[in-house]
């Protein structure tokens, strides 16, 4: 009965370690360089899925930040209170996370309210590179950024921040 009850908590313990790795997949910071300048993207765990930020850094030829372009964890408009978060998704399914995403870097117009609202598919593109310790390799996710489908506003900017890139996790 002791050898049973041994098994049965080896199996449940490593059935759980293996899922709560699996969701932590996407927490931490992921980057894109593109030239002398480096997108980062912050992303934590929350009950029910994951919120996020992002910047834009200009870095020097040895990745060194020359300064920030710009941040997405900013002051709402003139409130006194910081964005608590621009991008949240819901939880991951097959190697992927999805959900709403806000470019407040987008032109500050009144009637637009200084923000343009998307839609952010992340997708895992080498799932098996997470926690692989004998072959370790980067690993890489897909950012999809596109506009909420429905009515629009002809006017409306384009988005400020990226829209189609490969994130590196670091």
Same mark, same amino acid.
């Given at each position: 009965?002791?050898?049973?009850?041994?098994?049965?908590?080896?199996?449940?313990?490593?059935?759980?370690?293996?899922?709560?790795?699996?969701?932590?997949?996407?927490?931490?910071?992921?980057?894109?360089?593109?030239?002398?300048?480096?997108?980062?993207?912050?992303?934590?765990?929350?009950?029910?899925?994951?919120?996020?930020?992002?910047?834009?850094?200009?870095?020097?030829?040895?990745?060194?930040?020359?300064?920030?372009?710009?941040?997405?964890?900013?002051?709402?408009?003139?409130?006194?209170? $910081?964005?608590?978060?621009? %991008? &949240?998704?819901?939880?991951?399914? *097959?190697? !992927?996370?999805?959900? /709403?995403?806000?470019?407040?870097?987008?032109?500050?117009?009144?009637?637009?309210?200084?923000?343009?609202?998307?839609?952010?598919?992340?997708?895992?593109?080498?799932? $098996?590179?997470?926690?692989? %310790? &004998?072959?370790?390799?980067?690993? *890489?996710? !897909?950012?999809?950024? /596109?506009?909420?489908?429905?009515?629009?506003?002809?006017?409306?900017?384009?988005?400020?921040?990226?829209?189609?890139?490969?994130?590196?996790?670091?």
């Amino acid at each position: 009965m002791k050898m049973l009850s041994s098994l049965l908590f080896f199996l449940f313990s490593s059935t759980n370690i293996g899922f709560t790795q699996s969701l932590e997949m996407y927490s931490g910071t992921w980057t894109y360089l593109n030239g002398n300048e480096k997108f980062i993207v912050y992303l934590w765990k929350v009950p029910d899925g994951y919120n996020g930020h992002y910047k834009l850094l200009s870095v020097d030829n040895n990745g060194n930040t020359v300064s920030t372009i710009y941040d997405s964890n900013k002051e709402v408009l003139n409130t006194g209170y $910081n964005w608590p978060s621009v %991008i &949240t998704t819901g939880n991951s399914s *097959q190697n !992927q996370i999805g959900g /709403i995403i806000i470019d407040n870097i987008a032109s500050p117009s009144p009637q637009f309210g200084g923000y343009i609202n998307g839609q952010l598919r992340f997708f895992i593109l080498n799932p $098996n590179c997470f926690n692989n %310790i &004998t072959n370790p390799c980067p690993l *890489q996710a !897909q950012w999809t950024v /596109i506009k909420m489908p429905g009515l629009s506003n002809p006017d409306e900017p384009e988005f400020t921040i990226p829209t189609n890139i490969t994130l590196i996790k670091e």
